[in-house]
């Protein structure tokens, strides 16, 4: 990854899968970041986490 930013390409942070957190968005259209968690697991309050702070990095690349 090193390689790739010294050559200008951005790298964003990764966002980890989970079926649990992932699989009503599509049935229910509403993306997972904007959903408010039915229940509040550590591991979807830090994949809302990641989600937020990717949405961030790249605003900031774009100069939004």
């Known amino acids: 990854m ?3 930013e010294h ?3 951005k790298i964003f ?3 980890r899968n989970n079926g ?3 699989g009503s968005a599509p049935v ?3 993306p997972v970041v904007l959903t408010q968690p039915k229940f509040y697991q550590t ?3 830090k994949i809302i986490s ?3 702070e990717l949405g961030e990095k790249f ?3 774009i100069g939004l």
């Open 59 to 61: 605003l900031t690349s």
């Open 13 to 15: 942070p990764l966002v």
């Open 50 to 52: 990641e989600l937020e």
């Open 2 to 4: 090193t390689g790739l």
């Open 7 to 9: 050559r200008g390409c």
């Open 20 to 22: 649990t957190v992932f």
């Open 28 to 30: 229910d259209g509403i």
């Open 43 to 45: 591991t979807y309050r």
